[in-house]
């Protein structure tokens, strides 16, 4: 049976929550005009001046963007001193103003009002990620139209901008506590481990896992903090492929590309390839369909037929030859990779260019944040997750231009070293079988073996993470697995690079695959053996939660931090107990997450042996000619 017709699809169970942004009346607004002829504007008509920089043009973007939503808001409407107060609801707020729906009555006393009080709470996963909090705010009228049913929208715009709002009446106040608790946290750590000297010499090899340790985690947090982002050149504009692997990814794969090629990217320099592996959903059609509509829709200037192109792979043959192909057909001279279920900002690729300025530069990942964060707690966990180990630990290795992993949702690299790695890339093998997952992670060893690798916080995407727990796990155990083998692989030669990247590369190998052991050790082994409680070892376990809760609440200012104490208690319970199996299996080849070519193989396998047990079971309580024998009991 061929591989097409064994593939199942899987439906998810719990509908992701993501934001909800009004669309533009354009179909790609943040692509620059060539001819000039039409401006980059936002949906309130601001133009973008010649002499903005692109941090500015930027946050004008975010300010513009409108986000749908459905808040009850308290309208207070002050004329001669009389205060008349009604509830409206809201049909989209932006960070600069609001559309909500009124009464013709309401409406004429909100034009004849001297002030207008807007008071509504911004419900988290409405706004980005950090807004979510009540808002008190004047406003004034700007615009009104006729919605029809006798009611009538109203547009207000606020008297300060929701992020200045949000810096003098939150953010103040959350850097403050975060500052303070993330001193008082590294300090008690420090004490705690200097107590590990002193007892050193009781127990020297668990006293100095605990030291090693406490300094790993700390030294990521210091180089983190340490790190700055490469600053925009706007001469610098090489020219860029983005290439899209996708297999059934019919949900996402619209938004992908659309964000792909909204970028705002001189449009004569990117292209954009979507290598399809034989999807057996409705993805082709689906890219089909979005490439018609860019055709009909934008003008020839833009030339999507030139710069959005899409292949289709003559059989399903895996990510890493999906990439491939869409390499070998690349016209420039850098080449993005993006996942099907992962979205650019519209300045992602700009930024994400700029440390190639450095010849030595091979390869650079930006940074990846959760798309569906509200979805339930999962998400919420590995939103925090996320954010660390982008934003602390990547940007503490790209402190040392040594970063381990170029991710799969964005990064980027020179065609030519590409290429010239290709064979060695497309046919790894490991213990005799092909590699089929860790694509990003082999690729970025090939690279950083012999040139640098970087971190651009600036670059931002957004991902879809799992939302159901049994998909979650199989994803950590595949990602266990290809870290175990990509690390022993990088071992081999990361001794060459920069002494201290070298050093923290090694204790980050080692402190995960000893942690069972460890906590094993702490928890069962020293409370059975000396009736003692494990309190240090629970404190310190605390205190690294905190200082990640406290990292979060302090560059985020958002109301998942807890969230980051809470999946260090999920990882020591649940995840930690993966290593030891992914260990013992590093060698299977199965994705879980989805039915591969290997995942099918594995589940026919499977399933032959259970038929065989099934057999075996009859021939032993039955003759040949069916007859069953009496089963003694």
């Known amino acids: 049976m061929e591989f097409l017709d064994k593939v199942k699809k899987k439906k998810t169970k719990t509908e992701d929550v993501l934001l909800h942004e009004k669309k533009d009346r354009r179909s790609l607004p943040d692509v620059p005009s060539a001819s000039g002829k039409r401006a980059n504007t936002d949906r309130r008509g601001s133009m973008e001046s010649g002499d903005e920089s692109f941090d500015e043009q930027s946050k004008k973007r975010q300010l513009g963007i409108r986000?749908?939503?459905?808040?009850?808001?308290q309208v207070t409407a002050v004329r001669e001193r009389e205060k008349t107060k009604f509830i409206a609801h809201s049909a989209d707020v932006s960070m600069t103003g609001m559309a909500i729906f009124v009464s013709a009555e309401e409406k004429a006393l909100l034009e004849e009002a001297e002030r207008i009080r807007l008071r509504f709470h911004v419900d988290p996963g409405s706004m980005p990620e950090g807004f979510e909090m009540n808002i008190r705010i004047l406003a004034r009228i700007v615009r009104t139209s006729d919605a029809g049913d006798g009611r009538y929208r109203v547009g207000l715009e606020f008297t300060?901008?929701?992020s200045e709002y949000a810096k003098k009446?939150?953010?103040?106040?959350?850097l403050t506590i975060s500052s303070i608790l993330l001193f008082f946290i590294s300090l008690f750590i420090m004490l705690m481990r200097s107590e590990s000297v002193i007892y050193l010499k009781f127990n020297k090899v668990l006293y100095l896992y605990s030291i090693i340790t406490a300094v790993f985690l700390l030294s990521r947090y210091l180089f983190g903090a340490l790190y700055r982002p490469k600053k925009i050149d706007p001469s610098y504009?090489?020219?860029?492929?983005i290439i899209i692997p996708c297999f059934n990814e019919e949900k996402w794969i619209r938004r992908t590309i659309l964000s792909c090629i909204n970028q705002?990217?001189?449009?004569?320099?990117?292209?954009?390839?979507?290598?399809d592996d034989r999807s057996t959903d409705r993805s082709v059609e689906e890219i089909k369909g979005l490439i018609e509509e860019l055709e009909q829709s934008e003008d020839e200037e833009y030339e999507i037929k030139e710069r959005l192109s899409y292949y289709v792979q003559p059989q399903n043959a895996g990510?890493?030859?999906a990439?491939?192909?869409?390499?070998?057909?690349?016209?420039?001279?850098l080449v993005v990779f993006v996942d099907s279920d992962s979205f650019l900002d519209p300045f992602a690729i700009r930024n994400l260019v700029q440390p190639f300025k450095d010849p030595k530069m091979a390869g650079v990942t930006g940074r990846t944040d959760v798309a569906n964060t509200y979805t339930n707690s999962l998400t919420k966990l590995q939103s925090v997750r996320y954010y660390i180990a982008f934003r602390i630990m990547k940007a503490a290795e790209s402190f040392f231009h040594c970063v381990t992993c170029l991710s799969g949702p964005l990064s980027c690299y020179r065609k030519e070293l590409v290429l010239k790695y290709l064979d060695d890339w497309r046919n790894q093998t490991f213990l005799g079988q092909k590699a089929t997952f860790g694509d990003d992670r082999a690729l970025t060893n090939i690279m950083l073996r012999h040139h640098r690798t970087y971190y651009q916080d600036t670059a931002i995407c957004s991902t879809i993470v799992p939302n159901e727990h049994r998909v979650f796990l199989k994803q950590q155990m595949r990602w266990k697995r290809s870290w175990l083998r990509e690390s022993f692989t990088a071992g081999t030669f990361i001794w060459r690079k920069e002494p201290f990247a070298a050093l923290f590369f090694y204790i980050g190998l080692c402190v995960p695959v000893l942690a069972p052991l460890i906590v094993i050790y702490n928890l069962v082994y020293v409370p059975i053996t000396t009736y003692a409680f494990p309190t240090t070892f629970l404190v310190g376990m605390l205190m690294m939660s905190m200082m990640m809760s406290t990292a979060q609440l302090f560059l985020r200012k958002s109301s998942t931090w807890i969230y980051g104490f809470l999946f260090c208690l999920y990882y020591e319970a649940v995840l930690l107990w993966q290593m030891p199996v992914a260990i013992l299996t590093f060698w299977k080849s199965t994705w879980g997450t989805r039915m591969t070519k290997n995942d099918v193989e594995a589940l026919e396998k499977k399933n032959q042996r259970k038929a065989g047990k099934k057999k075996h079971g009859r021939t032993e309580n039955g003759t040949e000619d069916g007859t069953k024998?009496?089963?003694?009991?």
């Open 323 to 333: 990439l491939s192909a869409g390499v070998l057909k690349a016209k420039h001279e």
């Open 169 to 174: 009446r939150k953010d103040r106040y959350t």
């Open 67 to 73: 986000y749908l939503n459905d808040y009850e808001v």
């Open 629 to 633: 024998k009496e089963n003694v009991l």
């Open 237 to 241: 504009t090489p020219g860029v492929t």
């Open 160 to 162: 300060d901008d929701l």
């Open 264 to 275: 705002n990217y001189p449009s004569d320099k990117l292209e954009v390839i979507v290598v």
């Open 319 to 321: 990510k890493r030859e």
